[in-house]
């Protein structure tokens, strides 16, 4: 107790049983010792806002280290009391999907052209099963279903035989530095970030290869004179599950309309980690009489690993494993039950944890909405230490690392701007994101398909990798819908997490000391996980921007979890709520009067529901796509759909952040992706 200097009040605050009824917050005159107080000079109104206007100047991590030093006692109220109990995390018995990634047979054996086959990739490895598989049948000209999972070289198990036939080709176009030495094959990028008219002239002057995002495409089938389909030899449809995802059905069904009209005779490729109902009916309309290809793990000798041949009129389910989700071998699955009130603290600690006591992380968070990666990544850039800025002196050196943070979303005009500029030759072939050792979801996924993805950026091509879904307590039954899909996710207990504040001496709440002998007990980490929210909350209530600034992502919170789908509706329920304890993980210290919940809940926006695109207009729908994961971010200059996004509901559902315990130059890579 001594250590903190705090009172026998705030002793008798983290002792309260969970049973006292809900405290009133105190004041922080009730908590700070008056000596201190004055000692640190700034008087407290009894509102708990500090009269001392901040000053961004102070510090460059927004709370300065002094001033953690000369604010020894915490003056947060109830974290750890009034919580709802935490259940045991439900251990559904799951026998995961397994797939055979990588084969020993060695890629010589195929037919490729010289230089296809002394690309580095092929010397690396015996070769990805789903290549191995996939090469020859596509080079024998048949049409294929592909289901393999997340980061297990889909993309090269189409681009080889595409760029095999095309340099067969006899006519050749214009020259092209890209696919060198083919430079005749010529690829072109069609996603909406550059001027229509840029990318019309692009197609005037003719490309062998067009990769565009549906609704794109879309677009310039309507509106672009000079885009002819009737010499397509190729239809390659990667990433079905997302595209259907991201409710680009009727897009795909306009393409393939196009496409069909003009050219019958070509070969159709369907990609996707998972197989749905949706992907098997995408299938059964796009592609011919296709070879299914599955590199599912022999289990109990069901499953077939050599690619099959569809018999006439049966359904395109490769391993007939519909539903059921391969997740890479080397990938762990966990999740924690967080009361809500623990939320931003829980998710501050295993930052920490990782990215500053461990080496070599790098960890990738998702949110559910732009506002939220917005929130966090300025909150935890100023607040965290190590978050920016030079390492504070007389810290230990385990504590010293640099966090670096990135965000990436949807809805980043100036950002990508000064992204771009800063990795111009990296960002703008697309990113892909090497070596992520950990993705966190801080807001659960709506659908299981989107958390096989998300969870898809790490653990890829054999590497090794975790995952950690955050629950509230009330959610925990979404363990077991994710277990219907063959989903496994073990435990990482809230203590655990929260237990790494004891090593960060940051959090002591007074003057760093080398060493203690004292073992970090609860009282501590409770301790310490207090000091940790009263910097957030201090800083987000500096000014009356930032209060409002945490009330807009609180909103915004709200308002993506009105968007689960029906389904699962009865885990994650805006009524369920507390928003008080909701406002807490906002770094706010009361609830928001005005939150407008009901009318959150009229305008609700399904993004998983069937039929989404018929029901919601269109253009608002295009606004939700703008803001996804997969959006480039530069589609927001649609100034008609900017204001669209002002006015729809939910500004999305999938949206990242990334940090790390690297250096930032070292996230991004060249990538391809379509949609
Ligand atoms: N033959 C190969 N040898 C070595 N590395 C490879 C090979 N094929 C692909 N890779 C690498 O593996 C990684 C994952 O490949 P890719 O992006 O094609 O996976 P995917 O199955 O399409 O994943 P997702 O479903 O998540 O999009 C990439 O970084 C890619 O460069």
Redesign the pocket.
């Known amino acids: 107790g001594h250590e903190l200097g705090c009172t026998e009040a705030t002793r008798r605050k983290y002792g309260a049983s969970s049973e006292a009824p809900p405290a009133k917050r105190r004041t922080t005159a009730a908590l700070l010792p008056a000596k201190k107080a004055a000692a640190d000079g700034t008087q407290r109104t009894s509102k708990g806002k500090a009269q001392k206007p901040f000053s961004p100047n102070n510090s460059a991590v927004g709370v300065s280290d002094k001033d953690r030093e000369q604010k020894p006692c915490v003056r947060t109220s109830s974290l750890f009391k009034n919580n709802p109990e935490i259940p045991a995390l439900p251990r559904p018995v799951v026998q995961q999907v397994r797939e055979q990634v990588f084969t020993s047979d060695a890629f010589h054996e195929l037919d490729l052209h010289p230089h296809l086959v002394s690309t580095p990739?092929?010397s690396?490895?015996g070769?990805?099963s789903?290549?191995k598989q996939s090469i020859p049948a596509l080079l024998e000209g048949r049409d294929a279903l592909v289901r393999?999972?997340?980061?297990?070289?889909?993309?090269?198990a189409y681009c080889i035989p595409v760029v095999q036939s095309l340099q067969a080709m006899k006519s050749k176009i214009q020259v092209s530095s890209w696919l060198v030495p083919f430079t005749w094959i010529v690829p072109g990028v069609l996603m909406g970030g550059e001027k229509k008219k840029s990318e019309k002239a692009r197609l005037r002057k003719g490309i062998n290869i067009l990769i565009s995002t549906p609704g794109r495409l879309v677009d310039h089938i309507k509106s672009t004179k000079n885009l002819h389909f009737s010499r397509i030899r190729w239809l390659v449809l990667d990433?079905a599950d997302r595209i259907l995802d991201l409710g680009f059905e009727k897009d795909v069904t306009v393409i393939l309309n196009a496409v069909n009209a003009e050219c019958r005779r070509r070969q159709n490729v369907l990609l996707s980690?998972t197989l749905t109902e949706g992907v098997t009916r995408l299938a059964d309309i796009s592609l011919l009489d296709p070879v299914r290809i599955s590199v599912l793990e022999e289990q109990g000798g069901q499953s077939d690993p050599e690619r099959s041949v569809a018999p006439e009129g049966a359904p395109a389910v490769p391993g007939g494993e519909l539903d059921s989700f391969a997740v890479p071998g080397g990938l762990d699955q966990h999740a924690t039950l967080v009361p809500s009130k623990l939320r931003l603290v829980s998710l501050a600690a295993f930052i920490l944890q990782k990215c500053k006591f461990e080496k070599d992380q790098k960890m990738i968070v998702f949110f559910s909405s732009c506002e939220l990666v917005e929130f966090h990544y300025h909150l935890f850039l100023q607040t965290l230490p190590g978050g920016s800025g030079a390492p504070a002196a007389g810290r230990p050196p385990s504590a010293s690392a640099r966090l670096k943070f990135l965000r990436l979303h949807g809805d980043m005009e100036q950002e990508v701007t000064i992204f771009f500029s800063v990795l111009k030759d990296v960002a703008a072939r697309g990113l892909?994101l090497?070596q992520v050792t950990w993705i966190v979801q801080y807001n659960a996924p709506s659908s299981p398909a989107e958390y096989i993805?998300r969870i898809?950026r790490t653990a890829?091509?054999g590497c090794r990798g975790s995952s950690l879904l955050i629950l509230a307590p009330s959610e925990a039954g979404y363990v077991n819908s994710l277990a219907s899909h063959k989903i496994n996710v073990s435990e990482i207990k809230l203590e655990d997490i929260l237990s790494v504040l004891t090593r960060d001496d940051c959090f002591e709440g007074s003057r760093w000391r080398p060493q203690k002998s004292r073992a970090a007990g609860p009282p501590e980490i409770r301790q310490r996980a207090t000091v940790l929210q009263t910097l957030f909350e201090d800083y987000v209530h500096s000014s009356e921007k930032r209060v409002s600034w945490a009330k807009k992502a609180l909103q915004s919170f709200i308002r993506a979890y009105a968007t689960y789908p029906r389904e699962l509706k009865h885990i994650f329920h805006v009524r369920a709520l507390h928003l008080g304890h909701v406002a807490k993980s906002f770094g706010l210290r009361d609830a928001p009067q005005n939150l407008s919940v009901p009318a959150v809940k009229r305008r609700k926006v399904n993004m998983n529901r069937p039929g989404l695109h018929k029901k919601t207009p269109s253009k608002r729908r295009l606004a939700e796509i703008l803001r996804s994961e997969y959006s480039s971010g530069m589609e927001a200059r649609v100034a008609k759909v900017k204001k669209q996004n002002k006015h729809a509901a939910p500004s999305s559902r999938p949206c990242s952040a990334v940090c790390s315990g690297r250096p930032a130059s070292a996230v991004g890579k060249k990538?391809k992706r379509s949609p």
Not at 148 to 153: D, E, P, V
């Open positions: 990739v092929f690396l490895l070769g990805p789903v290549q393999s999972q997340t980061g297990s070289g889909k993309t090269l990433e980690a892909d090497p993805h898809g890829r091509i990538k």
